[in-house]
């Protein structure tokens, strides 16, 4: 399987972005520290930092990333939030919104490793795409492993998104509704992608 090992703080501060943005925290760097560019970027360049900004934060490849705009230039409505929106439901970044993990890089490995359930069904696909009123818990043989339970008590005051339900107590999430564009935290110009693929 393809992995993206590109240095977390390096690369998001070529991109733009906080590393807190990933779930780092305290990750910094001490690159480009006076921000400025070295010139003025074309229209082209700036498209497609957007786009690797994006495939960047969940962890997303190419050939994935490509695949999932063709699907949401067939959707009803807006392609640019349609994409984010596919983005934000996959499984990886529920575990990671839910506070089961620190970040969206250890949630993959977790749902790849086979921790958890959807509606009582293990699944270790980390692009599942999840739907309103599917319940994702830990299974119920890797509930004593102690990682979740430092990541729960560190993210005790984790906000959860408000398309999401989290009952602490029985480690058991549930997706209440579909995330909406307001949902996406961080910055983001979704229509310069959509130019760039236009093309």
């Known amino acids: 399987m393809a992995k993206n090992r590109q240095p977390i703080a390096k690369h998001a501060k070529s991109l733009g972005i906080s590393p807190a943005a990933m779930g780092y925290y305290k990750k910094e760097t001490t690159r480009n520290s006076n921000n400025q560019s070295r010139k003025k970027k074309s229209e082209y360049a700036t498209q497609l930092q957007e786009k690797q900004k994006v495939k960047f934060i ?52 977790m749902v790849n490793h086979g921790h958890f359930t959807v509606n009582g069904k293990k699944v270790n696909i980390p ?22 339970k430092t990541n729960l008590e560190a993210n005790a005051y984790h906000v959860v998104p408000k398309w999401l339900e989290f009952d602490s107590a029985n480690m058991i999430g549930k997706v209440v509704a579909a995330p909406v564009r307001e949902d996406i935290d961080f910055p983001v110009e979704e229509r310069l992608i959509v130019e760039l693929y236009s093309k």
């Open 58 to 109: 969940y962890g997303v490849l190419e050939k994935q990333f490509r695949g999932y705009y063709e699907k949401a230039e067939r959707m009803s409505g807006k392609t640019g939030d349609n994409l984010l929106i596919q983005l934000e439901s996959r499984l990886d970044n529920v575990i990671f919104r839910l506070g089961y993990a620190a970040t969206r890089r250890e949630a993959r490995q």
């Open 127 to 148: 692009s599942y795409q999840v739907k309103p009123g599917m319940v994702i818990a830990i299974k119920e043989s890797s509930r004593g492993i102690e990682r979740f």
